[in-house]
């Protein structure tokens, strides 16, 4: 079992509706997470991290974490042409390492 | 505020020569990590320096190594370069206490020939 499993994808989603990406974990003892943008060619970009059961907000993005059923969401809502990209889940494990999944790629058509 | 800044942006090498990556974190920042991103295994960790220790260390061979400076810079070396080395090698730098978002500089491709 990966530490961190994500759909790979592609998610294609209309613009204007929600896009919804899951990620699960294997260590029970995890504490915090990570939801990371990556566009082809370049470095990944922090959108959001939760170490608390249940939603976080941020513009269009929600953030969902359930610490019993080892699983994490990202929301996007009112998805946007230029929100196409792959989208990385990670966990922290230890001083300063992240754990991450393969990405799922979302494409948002007009 | 500057953000991360690694370079040389872009590398080729051939088998056999060691390279040096250079990433210097964004101010105040304390921690910086490397990763090193390939199509087939992903973003996989390399390892943490935190105040000029290394703090923590993934699973790759004892030819990828690092160190960090007193004003919180830090290379990575890589020696006796293979092929399958080709990758995009990230940093990323944070405050080093618990809990604190990580933030990637732009990379350097290194391909090696």
């Known amino acids: 079992q990966k530490e961190v499993e994500q759909n790979s994808g592609p998610l294609s989603v209309p613009e204007g509706a929600i896009a919804s990406l899951n990620c699960t974990y294997s260590d029970r003892g995890s504490q915090s997470f990570f939801w990371y943008r990556q566009y082809s060619g370049k470095s990944p970009e922090l959108i959001m991290f939760?170490?608390?059961?249940g939603d976080k907000e941020d513009g269009r993005f929600t953030a969902q974490l359930n610490k019993a059923s080892q699983y994490v969401s990202l929301l996007i809502r009112d998805s946007q042409p230029s929100d196409s990209a792959t989208y990385l889940c990670a966990v922290e494990k230890g001083y300063g390492k992240l754990t991450f999944g393969q990405g799922t790629i979302l494409t948002v058509h007009p | 505020k500057a953000g991360v800044t690694q370079t040389p942006r872009y590398l080729i090498k051939t088998r056999g020569q060691q390279v040096t990556l250079s990433c210097s974190p964004i101010?105040?920042?304390?921690?910086v990590s490397w990763y090193q991103q390939t199509p087939g295994q992903g973003l996989q960790f390399l390892f943490e320096y935190f105040s000029e220790t290394q703090r923590n260390k993934g699973n790759f061979p004892g030819r990828f190594s690092g160190r960090q400076f007193s004003n919180s810079r830090s290379e990575m070396n890589v020696s006796t370069l293979e092929l399958g080395d080709s990758a995009l090698y990230l940093c990323a730098s944070s405050l080093g206490t618990n809990w604190n978002e990580q933030f990637f500089g732009p990379g350097t491709r290194l391909t090696v020939l």
């Open positions: 939760i170490y608390s059961n």
């Open positions: 101010s105040g920042h304390r921690s």
